[in-house]
């Protein structure tokens, strides 16, 4: 089993609709939780992150990570084409391994 | 905050030529980097891990002959790609993490990526 699961089905909604991303994990060691947005030809930027269980909101963007049935999610409101791209989810223990662990990448496309 | 500038951004060069590629941690010290490769379509696959002052860590089948990495102060790696042949291009990409002097793992801030052909 993969540390970090992520179903890479390309997704492709209307404008305005909202994106629903997840990821499950199995190392329970985990305890930051990233999203990653990356544009075709360049590098990942860090979208959002997440230190332990909770909601974080940010805009457009809430992220959420539910530690008791290691589950992350990334929802996009209101979703513009300036969104298309492909979403990464990452994670990292605290202490220790410093490897960022990768999903595999779910790439959105915003339909005008 | 937390930029990370990477250069050259696009090269192309001959086959049996070194490349060097740079990537340097413009607004925080980063005591560690990463050196990752990305093939069209998929996910990042870590290739080392740099540490300020020492040896690089090589991930089980990146040749350290191959990819000569420098870590030679807080804000720059260099990644050398030494005697490139057409089965070295990819999507190079660094990233680096702010150093917060706690011990602790921080998110990891990528840079823009460097595409490398080799003919």
């Known amino acids: 089993q993969k540390e970090v699961e992520q179903d890479p089905g390309p997704l492709s909604v209307p404008e305005g609709a909202i994106v629903s991303l997840n990821c499950t994990y199995s190392?329970?060691?985990?305890?930051?939780f990233m999203w990653y947005r990356q544009y075709s030809r360049k590098g990942p930027e860090l979208l959002m992150y997440?230190?332990?269980?909770g909601n974080k909101e940010d805009g457009r963007f809430t992220a959420q990570v539910d530690k008791s049935s290691k589950y992350i999610s990334l929802f996009i409101r209101d979703s513009q084409p300036s969104d298309s791209a492909t979403y990464l989810c990452a994670m990292l223990p605290y202490y220790g391994n410093n490897r960022l662990a990768f999903g595999k990448g779910n790439q959105v496309v915003v339909i005008p | 905050g937390a930029v990370v500038s990477q250069h050259p951004s696009w090269v192309i060069c001959k086959s049996g030529t070194s490349v060097k590629i740079e990537c340097r941690s413009l607004?925080?010290?980063?005591?560690?980097m990463f050196w990752y490769r990305q093939f069209p379509k998929q996910s990042l696959m870590l290739m080392a891990t740099s540490n300020e002052g020492s040896k690089a860590t090589y991930e089980q089948g990146v040749e350290k002959d191959k990819f000569l990495i420098n870590h030679a102060s807080l804000t720059l790696s260099t990644l050398t790609v030494t005697s490139a042949h057409p089965e070295d291009s990819s999507f190079y990409i660094c990233s680096a993490n702010v150093d917060r002097g706690s011990g602790g793992n921080q998110p990891q801030h990528f840079g823009d990526g460097t595409r490398l052909s080799i003919l």
């Open positions: 997440t230190y332990s269980s």
């Open positions: 190392n329970s060691a985990f305890q930051y």
């Open positions: 607004d925080f010290q980063a005591t560690t």
